[in-house]
């Protein structure tokens, strides 16, 4: 890793303060150029290292369903509020790309609770995170066709019922959420553990190291 800041200068060349960006043009180029010279998979070990020691994907797709739903049900009660058509339809692309992502999610949700182990404590805990998941994928879709089959022509008495839904789709959302956090940073699910030397070497912001 580099740190860019580094290379911020009006200069083409370079001077006293920074290599300027003929050198960072320069790097750039002998990074690419070392990239090609690699397979295809040392490629993707270079690039996202993260995402190649993820035991699955679900970490990684997760955070779809967590944006889009959330701003999707601001974004349509802004739309509702202000009875802007082009805000709530903007939103209803929001709910169709939550709905698909959060079926993916827990798709790849069960197939990471079928390959990490864990203790009964943690079961538990896991089986609430799969049933809120499940609710939301559920709602989600039943939601997305509602909303694609009506085309927003919502009467008072349904669109009131569609933001109520809306709102407890995303109050489950947050409940899952907070359950598969309770997992991962309490009980280390899917985390591999850091060995005792590592440990000494570890950097702890905001405290003096001196």
């Known amino acids: 890793m580099f740190d860019l800041s580094a ?25 690419l150029e070392g990239l090609t010279s690699q397979s295809v998979s040392d490629i993707f070990l270079v690039l996202i290292p993260g995402v190649n020691s993820l035991p699955n994907i679900h970490p990684l797709i997760i955070h779809f369903p967590i944006v889009l739903f959330p701003t999707f049900f601001i974004v ?3 739309g509702r509020l202000t009875k802007n058509k082009e805000l709530r339809t903007m939103a209803s692309g929001l709910l169709y790309l939550g709905a698909i ?3 993916f999610t ?3 949700g069960f197939q990471a609770a079928s390959n990490v182990p864990h203790g009964l404590e943690v079961h538990s805990i ?18 997305s066709v509602w909303r694609f089959r009506t085309k927003l022509l919502f009467c008072k008495e349904a669109d009131v019922f569609h933001f109520i839904s809306s709102a407890f789709l ?14 991962v940073y ?11 030397a590592v440990n000494d070497l570890l950097h702890a912001h905001g405290q003096d190291n001196n």
Do not use: Q, R
């Not at 290379?7 to 990074?31: C, R």
């Not at 896991?126 to 939601?143: D, Q």
């Open 106 to 108: 827990v798709i790849a």
């Open 7 to 31: 290379f911020i200068s009006l200069e083409v060349h370079g001077g006293s303060l920074a290599p300027g960006m003929a050198d960072l043009v320069n790097l750039v180029v002998v990074f």
């Open 76 to 78: 349509d009660i802004i």
């Open 170 to 183: 995303c109050t489950a959302l947050l409940l899952g959420a907070d359950l598969g956090g309770l997992m």
């Open 101 to 103: 992502s959060s079926v």
């Open 186 to 196: 309490k009980f280390g699910i899917g985390v591999e553990a850091v060995s005792p």
């Open 126 to 143: 896991l089986e609430k995170h799969k049933w809120y998941g499940l609710f939301v994928a559920l709602l989600g879709l039943v939601l």
